[in-house]
C-alpha cells in the first residue's frame, strides 16, 4: 500500500475567487472544474508530503499551505501586483528556504518558498537579499 496523492482542500463561498490566487498568480492550471469544486495542478511532480507543525518557523503560525516555486521573486511581485495581503517576508530562514506568507482570498495562510540556492561561495543566494 502507498499514498499516491495529497490534495489540500480549501472551502470557500466563491470558488471562481481562486483563479486569481492560484492561477494568475501562482501560475497553475485548471485540471477539474465541475461547478462546484475546482481543481488546480501544475507540471511539476513530488512524492506525497504531509507536515505536522506547532509552529511556522522563526516564531511564526503554521501556515494553512505550502507551496514551492521555481521563482520566488516572480511570485512575490505577482502576489503584490494583484493585491494579495503579504503577512511575512520575505525573508531566507536558517533552514535553507526563501519564504514569504500571504493571504489567500479565502483568508488562507500561504507560505510560499524556494528552497536557496547556493553561491559560488557555498553561502546562500537569494533574490531578496541585500
Do not use: C
Request: proline fraction near 5%.
Amino acid at each position: 500500500m502507498a499514498v499516491k496523492r495529497i490534495v489540500a482542500n480549501v472551502a470557500a463561498d466563491r470558488i471562481d475567487a481562486a483563479k486569481a490566487f492560484y492561477g494568475d498568480a501562482l501560475g497553475m492550471t485548471v485540471v477539474m472544474d465541475l461547478g462546484w469544486i475546482l481543481t488546480f495542478a501544475s507540471d511539476g511532480s513530488a512524492a506525497p508530503q504531509i507536515s505536522v507543525a506547532s509552529e511556522g518557523g522563526s516564531g511564526t503560525p503554521v501556515p494553512d499551505i505550502s507551496i514551492e516555486v521555481d521563482d520566488l521573486a516572480e511570485v512575490h511581485q505577482r502576489m503584490q501586483a494583484a493585491g494579495f495581503s503579504i503577512q511575512y517576508g520575505p525573508v531566507t530562514e536558517p533552514w535553507g528556504v526563501t519564504r514569504f506568507y500571504v493571504r489567500d482570498p479565502f483568508g488562507r495562510s500561504v507560505n510560499i518558498l524556494e528552497h536557496s540556492r547556493q553561491g559560488q561561495s557555498g553561502n546562500q543566494v537569494s533574490d531578496f537579499d541585500d
